[in-house]
């Protein structure tokens, strides 16, 4: 298993705005069909306006075919990429295997 860590850093004001699109228009093409997603985060202190997504994926290979595969996609390149794009600064990705591998936390 490996995991991408994406950290986007947006213009100011609009890391909620592509938190929104990534939930609702992105997650709607998507769903778990291009990769797991493990999840989904704003920061608060440090670095601000950055939305961090986590993805799974068997290997590299199962990556490379997904990422291809999404694309192709006609609605993540016309409905999703156009107005994102118009809101990113900086885009990071790192690729990562885990030690531990990640938990969601119990609900109470």
């Known amino acids: 298993m490996i995991y991408e860590l994406r950290t986007y850093t947006m213009k100011p004001g609009m890391a909620h705005v ?3 699109s990534a939930g609702s228009i992105g997650r709607a093409i998507r769903g778990d069909e291009y990769g797991v997603l493990v999840g989904h985060w704003l920061t ?25 595969k999404l694309a192709q996609n006609q609605r993540w390149r016309s409905e999703y990429l156009p107005p994102v794009r118009a809101e990113i600064l900086r885009q990071d990705v790192r690729l990562m295997t885990a ?3 990640p938990k969601s936390p119990e609900a109470t």
């Open 99 to 101: 030690i531990v591998p």
């Open 18 to 20: 592509h938190a929104e």
């Open 44 to 68: 608060e202190i440090g670095p601000l306006n950055q939305s961090m997504h986590l993805w799974a994926y068997e290997d590299l290979n199962d990556r490379a075919a997904k990422k291809a």
